[in-house]
């Protein structure tokens, strides 16, 4: 049996299901990270949103489009639009070994305010509450998605609420459209092993696992 790798000192510490070696659980993914929440506000594609409602449940994962999209940039923009670009700010992320720099909004005031300015309340956004997955205890989360941090691609929406999958809804997400713990998250992630072999689903490595709750 191989012993495992050794690893940094972290506070958290997770089996990537994306290192492959004789016992997954020697391949361990570590963080350093500084507790902190950002938000994003999103619009669900039509499409996810039928999907999700047939299935009873709702959709408030990384996916969809990010509020306001790039075709609404050179419009006149409220107040509340411009104080919200003004104040994003880069955020660190270290996870598995690779560092991302994320550009978000961590003022929750200003969002809220965004939300409700005539600029988004005719597109019916939804603001959430993100952080990275390990930042959170169980009890103040919605559930949890795994995709680009700072919003745009989610797995979830893209390898189980776009296929349809009944199959998967019902034994992977909670009413919210998040897996309802990380077990679940690395179970789906580690079944999708073969499709990223052959080229049928995209390279996860860049991604990270975060946690969600609506705002």
Same mark, same amino acid.
């Given at each position: ?5 050794? @690893?940094?000192?972290? +506070? +958290? ?18 963080? +350093? ?55 994003? +700010? ?28 005539? #600029? ?7 603001? /959430? ?8 205890? =169980?009890?103040? /989360? ?24 009944? @199959?998967?809804? #019902? ?9 309802? #713990?990380? #077990? ?30 609506? =705002?």
């Amino acid at each position: 049996m191989d012993s495992p790798k050794p @690893r940094r000192p972290s +506070t +958290t510490a997770w089996a990537s299901p994306f290192n492959y070696g004789p016992f997954m659980v020697n391949f361990q993914c570590t963080a +350093t990270h500084s507790m902190k929440k950002w938000y994003l506000v999103k619009k669900n594609w039509p499409s996810i949103t039928c999907i999700a409602a047939k299935h009873g449940i709702q959709y408030i994962g990384l996916g969809g489009d990010l509020w306001p999209g790039s075709s609404d940039y050179g419009r006149p923009t409220s107040i509340a639009f411009d104080r919200l670009e003004r104040s994003k +700010t880069y955020i660190e992320i270290k996870h598995n070994g690779l560092t991302s720099h994320e550009h978000v909004v961590t003022d929750l005031n200003l969002a809220i305010a965004y939300l409700n300015s005539s #600029d988004a309340s005719k597109g019916n956004p939804i603001l /959430v509450e993100i952080q990275y997955a390990f930042d959170v205890l =169980r009890i103040d /989360v919605d559930g949890y998605d795994f995709g680009n941090p700072s919003g745009g691609y989610s797995v979830i929406e893209t390898e189980i609420l776009l296929k349809n999958s009944k @199959r998967n809804i #019902d034994a992977y997400l909670n009413k919210f459209g998040l897996f309802n #713990d990380l #077990d679940s998250m690395y179970d789906f992630l580690s079944s999708l092993k073969i499709t990223i072999q052959q080229g049928r689903c995209e390279e996860l490595d860049n991604y990270i696992p975060v946690a969600l709750k609506t =705002r």
